[in-house]
Each structure stands twice: as C-alpha cells, then as structure tokens.
C-alpha cells in the first residue's frame, strides 16, 4: 500500500511540473510574439557629398506608434549598434514629437543592439526603417540578412518602408534564392530618387536593384501613400507610407 502511495505522489508531482512548465512556455511564446524589431541605419552620410542622412524618424515614429499601442514591445538594432543618426527630424509632426520624447523608446533608438546581441527567435517580426543611409550599409550586411532570414524561416514577417527595402536585393533564403524572388513588392522609386536628385549619388537605384532580383515591382506616383503585402513580406514606397505599412504589419500579425 506505502508503495502505491509513493507512486501516485511520485506521478501527481510529476504531471503538477509539466503543467508547470507547458504554462510557462506558453507565458513565453505569448511575450516573444509580442516582439517587434526594428532596423535602422548607422551611415549618417549620402555618398561624397559630405551631406548628413541617418534613418528618416517618420519612418520610425509612424510604425512604432501604430505597433506600441496595439501592445507590441520593439528593440532596435543597427549595423554599428550604438546612437542612430537621424533624418528628417521635424517635431512639428505629433507622432515624431510622441517617439522623441519618449524617454524609453528615445533611450533604445540612441542605444541600438548590434546584430550580434540579436536573439531572432524572440522577435515576430523586423522591419527596416527608411533613410537614405540603408542605401550604404544595409545591402551586405550578413549579420542581419541572417537575422531576417531567421525570423522569416520561423513564421515571421519581414517588412520595410522608402530605402528600407534596399536589405531585401541581397537577402537570400535558406534554398538560395533571394526572399523577393517572385514577390510583389514596393520601394522608394526611381522618379523619386531623380525628384531628389540623388539618382547619381546613391550606389544604386533600388527599384531596379529589386527588379533585377527578380521582384514584381509595384509603385504609385511621386509620394504617394502606396503598400504592397506579398504573404509575409511588406513593403512600402516612401516616408508618406510609413503609417500604413505599420498597419499592414499589425494586420498581418493579428492573422499569424
């Protein structure tokens, strides 16, 4: 009879930690899906011009808000880590004046994580932030073409906005072939690059870079708001699509 006892003592603890630990795994998961990371440049100049650039801030700060108040935590990461350079910096635009002067968010995107201190598992999504700066040092970065392709691989969503998209033309999947293969996608435009007269000063022209990889270019007008979602890759074509790209990827995590 003692033997029995032991027995079902032995098993009702047993079954009481699995329990235990299948609610904690599931705390888990609920809380890394509810991480977003975002990418940023740390190039802070546009070629020889010697003139500044960084990450464009409404291209932060219009994602960011839409994805911080549906509850979503987001981490920052750059090339280099460190202070970001920042572009575009109005504060006469309310959702940039909400970001900057966020003492958290402020304190993160002036401290990003360098690829290296990235856990890809933890993150339901990344998204690449805009400025002309990505043109130089998002394309070859395989520290975060890894960390994409890993966050993608697990059921993830890649999504990026203006020049953000310029971490897609090298990026390839795990089979070797490029993630815009075959996809619709969308990114600050050759008319646009001309307007600005920067055609000549950037390495490349994006929207033929990701033509040449073998994406289905979409695009509308100068600065037109314009968002293309293939499955699990958004993109967006300039800084006045920065707010609907972060809805389409709360969207498309509401559906994941």
Known sequence: MKTKISIFSVLFVFISMLNITNAQNKKSNKVMSKKILFVVTSHDKKGNTNEPTGYYLGEVSHPWEILHSAGYDIDFVSPKGGKAPVDGLNLEDAVNKEFWENKEY???????????????????????????????????????????????????????????????????????????????????????????????????????????????????????????????????????????????????????
């Open 106 to 256: 402020r304190t993160k995107i002036e401290n990003t994580m360098k690829p290296s201190e990235v856990d890809p598992s933890k993150y339901a999504a990344i998204f690449y932030a805009g400025g002309h700066g990505t043109m130089w040092d998002f394309p070859d970065n395989t520290e975060l073409q890894n960390i994409a392709r890993k966050i993608y691989e697990n059921n993830g969503i890649i999504s990026a906005v203006c020049h953000g998209p310029s971490a897609l033309v090298n990026l390839k999947l795990s089979n070797g072939k490029y993630l815009v293969e075959g996809k619709k996608v969308n990114a600050f435009t050759n008319e646009e690059e001309t307007a600005v007269k920067l055609e000549n000063v950037v390495p490349f022209l994006l929207e033929d870079q990701l033509k040449e990889r073998g994406a289905i270019f979409e695009k509308s007008g100068l600065w037109q708001d314009h968002v293309v979602a293939d499955g699990r890759l958004i993109t967006g074509q300039n800084p006045q699509s920065a707010k609907s790209v972060g809805e389409e990827i709360l969207k498309g995590l509401k559906q994941k």
